[in-house]
């Protein structure tokens, strides 16, 4: 049983669609991480949250704590957006890691 | 601000031996925590350090350990390496609450 339920795995889209990626978990946290790793390997944290709703440009990161349930949306999207997405659920002594959602934008 | 180094980049090793990695904090960051990546387990943690103490740890056999120095410099360790230990080997460093910065990894090739 996984602890950080992720969907869709692959998602392709048009240049300009807004795209939404899901996230589920099991555990209690402390709060919850939306990742992105482009080819190569780099990791960036996109997001920490513990709950409501976080912005940072064309990206929005919303938790609801009682359904266990994380969305992010992508406004607008770019080919540059292109990434793996991966969810962490942190338990405050524990991370765990959804499989991750491959992007994929096309112009 | 320097972003989070690691070395190596790259290393092969064969079974058996063991293995260190370094990981070096944005100046500042006191807790380092560390990952590894494999195509079929995909992220899971292994450790955090806080000021030069273990302060949680993943499910990981006792062959993976490591240390926090008092720069926060931090290395991890596998010893008796074995085929399945081949992954990405990531570090990530960040300050009380706030979101974790991560080094570009060690890619890890067990022969």
């Known amino acids: 049983k996984n602890e950080v339920e992720q969907s869709p795995q692959n998602l392709t889209a048009q240049e300009g669609e807004f795209i939404t990626i899901n996230c589920s978990y099991s555990?209690?946290?402390?709060?919850l991480h939306w990742l992105q790793q482009h080819p190569g390997g780099g990791i960036v944290s996109l997001f920490m949250?513990?709950?409501g709703k976080k912005k940072h440009g064309r990206l929005i990161a919303t938790i609801n704590i009682q359904e266990k349930h994380s969305s992010l949306h992508i406004t607008a999207s770019h080919p540059r957006d292109s990434a793996v997405y991966i969810c962490?659920?942190?338990?405050?002594?524990?991370?765990?890691f959804g499989t991750g959602t491959s992007l994929t934008v096309i112009p | 601000k320097a972003g989070v180094t690691q070395t190596p980049r790259y290393l092969i090793k064969t079974r058996g031996q063991q293995v260190t990695l370094s990981c070096s904090p944005i100046?500042?960051?006191?807790?380092v925590s560390w990952y590894q990546q494999t195509p079929g387990q995909g992220l899971q943690f292994l450790f955090e350090?806080?000021?030069?103490?273990?302060?949680n740890k993943g499910n990981f056999p006792g062959r993976f350990s490591g240390r926090q120095f008092s720069n926060s410099r931090s290395e991890m360790n596998v010893s008796t390496l074995e085929l399945g230990d081949s992954a990405l080997y990531l570090c990530a460093s960040s300050s009380p609450g706030a979101s974790q910065y991560f080094g570009p990894g060690t890619r890890l090739t067990v022969l």
């Open positions: 100046s500042g960051h006191r807790s």
């Open positions: 350090y806080f000021s030069e103490t273990q302060r």
């Open positions: 949250l513990s709950s």
């Open positions: 555990v209690g946290i402390s709060a």
């Open positions: 962490a659920a942190n338990t405050g002594n524990q991370f765990y």
